[in-house]
């Protein structure tokens, strides 16, 4: 069984940009989570996607968007990128219902 | 409100021992779940154990168990056999009561684990 995955690998931005992160699901799991982890630092909760639809939200700004598609993947943006922002993105995914989260990789952005 | 705390920055261990990583909890929820997590130096979280709030056992995987003392909101991992591979990061988590909005996980700041040959 294939486990999370999240493409890109490393994300290089300037202040100002957006960014695009991409987040697949194990196949058969509906909800989708997305955690900021900054250096040295442990996860802070960013989104909860189910069913297509945002659940819930960690105390970050509006900048910090995303969605979920229909087969369940899911994107998060991160518009007009500042120097904080620069953070190993991971992305976990649960069945319905389900307790355990399994991550993916994670994607490293970095702003300059 | 939830939380988790993780008291040992930086744990060593000699190859083959068994070592415990300390992990105490607060919620004011009946029915809540206890994980860990390994994360190498790679990124990925690596999910270890689970244990629920009414298992009256404590959870086994492996090399992994749990000692889970509900009364004082403590889930200890205790690692048996260290190898060389389990040097990492461990992150220990806590699921509150599901609610609409819930699901949510709470994260300890991790405790980083160097085993020594």
């Known amino acids: 069984e294939a486990g999370v995955t999240q493409s890109p690998t490393h994300l290089i931005k300037t202040r100002g940009q957006q960014a695009t992160l991409r987040c697949s699901p194990i196949?058969?799991?509906?909800?989708v989570y997305w955690y900021q982890q900054a250096l040295g630092l442990g996860l802070q909760f960013l989104l909860w996607?189910?069913?297509?639809?945002?659940?819930n939200r960690g105390n970050f700004p509006p900048r910090f968007s995303g969605r979920q598609f229909p087969n369940y993947s899911s994107e998060l943006n991160v518009n007009a990128l500042e120097l904080e922002d620069s953070a190993l993105y991971l992305c976990a995914s649960s069945k319905p219902g389900g307790d355990t989260q399994y991550f993916g990789p994670g994607t490293r952005l970095t702003v300059l | 409100a939830q939380k988790i705390t993780q008291t040992q920055p930086g744990m060593f261990v000699q190859e083959k021992e068994a070592v415990t990583l300390d992990c105490t909890y607060d919620t004011s929820d009946q029915s809540y779940g206890l994980f860990w997590y390994k994360q190498p130096s790679s990124g990925e979280m690596i999910f270890l154990i689970y244990?629920?709030?009414?298992?009256?056992q404590n959870a086994t995987e492996g090399r992994y168990s749990l000692n889970f003392q509900k009364a004082r909101k403590s889930t200890n991992l205790v690692i048996s056999a260290s190898q060389l591979g389990d040097s990492a990061m461990y992150f220990c988590?806590?699921?509150?009561?599901?609610?609409?909005?819930?699901?949510?996980?709470?994260f300890g700041t991790g405790t980083s684990l160097t085993v020594i040959p």
């Open positions: 196949s058969g799991h509906t909800s």
């Open positions: 996607y189910d069913e297509g639809e945002e659940r």
């Open positions: 988590a806590m699921r509150g009561a599901r609610t609409n909005t819930g699901n949510q996980f709470y």
């Open positions: 244990q629920g709030s009414y298992d009256e």
